[in-house]
Protein backbone atom coordinates (compact mmCIF):
# COMPACT_ATOMS: atom_id res chain seq x y z
CA UNK A 1 0.00 0.00 0.00
CA UNK A 2 1.67 3.31 -1.39
CA UNK A 3 1.24 6.68 1.26
CA UNK A 4 -1.25 8.21 -1.26
CA UNK A 5 -3.62 5.14 -0.65
CA UNK A 6 -3.13 5.25 2.70
CA UNK A 7 -3.70 9.27 3.24
CA UNK A 8 -6.80 8.53 1.25
CA UNK A 9 -8.52 6.05 3.38
CA UNK A 10 -7.11 8.23 6.40
CA UNK A 11 -9.33 11.13 5.15
CA UNK A 12 -12.38 8.77 3.82
CA UNK A 13 -12.87 7.80 7.76
CA UNK A 14 -11.88 11.50 8.84
CA UNK A 15 -15.28 12.41 6.58
CA UNK A 16 -17.21 9.24 7.51
CA UNK A 17 -16.31 10.09 11.32
CA UNK A 18 -17.27 13.84 11.20
CA UNK A 19 -19.79 13.33 9.36
CA UNK A 20 -21.47 11.27 12.08
CA UNK A 21 -21.01 13.74 14.70
CA UNK A 22 -22.46 16.53 12.42
CA UNK A 23 -25.32 14.45 11.88
CA UNK A 24 -25.82 13.23 16.05
CA UNK A 25 -25.37 16.87 16.88
CA UNK A 26 -27.95 18.03 14.29
CA UNK A 27 -30.76 15.25 15.50
CA UNK A 28 -29.56 16.41 19.31
CA UNK A 29 -30.57 20.08 18.00
CA UNK A 30 -33.21 19.01 16.55
CA UNK A 31 -34.56 16.38 18.72
CA UNK A 32 -34.07 18.13 22.18
CA UNK A 33 -34.43 22.03 21.08
CA UNK A 34 -35.74 23.23 23.98
CA UNK A 35 -33.57 21.48 26.51
CA UNK A 36 -30.30 22.68 24.42
CA UNK A 37 -31.89 26.18 24.48
CA UNK A 38 -32.18 26.24 28.15
CA UNK A 39 -29.26 24.22 29.38
CA UNK A 40 -27.14 26.97 27.08
CA UNK A 41 -29.14 29.82 27.64
CA UNK A 42 -28.46 29.43 31.46
CA UNK A 43 -25.03 28.38 31.48
CA UNK A 44 -23.97 30.94 29.49
CA UNK A 45 -26.74 34.03 30.25
CA UNK A 46 -28.01 34.23 26.69
CA UNK A 47 -31.60 34.43 25.49
CA UNK A 48 -33.20 31.50 23.09
CA UNK A 49 -32.96 33.40 20.06
CA UNK A 50 -28.73 33.99 20.80
CA UNK A 51 -28.66 30.25 21.18
CA UNK A 52 -30.69 29.52 18.35
CA UNK A 53 -28.27 31.92 16.13
CA UNK A 54 -24.85 30.36 17.83
CA UNK A 55 -26.09 26.78 17.24
CA UNK A 56 -26.98 27.46 13.64
CA UNK A 57 -23.95 29.18 13.17
CA UNK A 58 -22.02 26.45 14.91
CA UNK A 59 -23.76 23.81 12.65
CA UNK A 60 -22.95 25.66 9.55
CA UNK A 61 -19.18 26.27 10.41
CA UNK A 62 -19.04 22.20 11.34
CA UNK A 63 -20.01 21.89 7.70
CA UNK A 64 -17.78 23.90 6.57
CA UNK A 65 -14.83 22.36 7.82
CA UNK A 66 -15.90 18.78 6.96
CA UNK A 67 -15.79 19.47 3.09
CA UNK A 68 -12.78 21.34 3.32
CA UNK A 69 -10.38 19.77 5.99
CA UNK A 70 -11.81 16.45 5.26
CA UNK A 71 -14.01 15.38 2.32
CA UNK A 72 -11.56 17.57 -0.49
CA UNK A 73 -8.76 16.16 0.29
CA UNK A 74 -10.11 12.60 0.62
CA UNK A 75 -11.11 13.26 -3.31
CA UNK A 76 -8.50 15.11 -4.61
CA UNK A 77 -6.42 11.72 -3.14
CA UNK A 78 -8.68 9.65 -4.59
CA UNK A 79 -7.82 10.81 -7.82
CA UNK A 80 -4.32 11.00 -7.58
CA UNK A 81 -4.31 6.89 -6.89
Do not use: H
Not at 12 to 30: D, E, P, R, S
Not at 34 to 44: A, C, T
Not at 54 to 81: D, R
Amino acid sequence: MNSIDTLATFFGWCTVINIGIYLLTVIALTMFRSLVYRINGKIFALREEDVARISFQYVGLYKIAITVLCFVPWVALTLMS
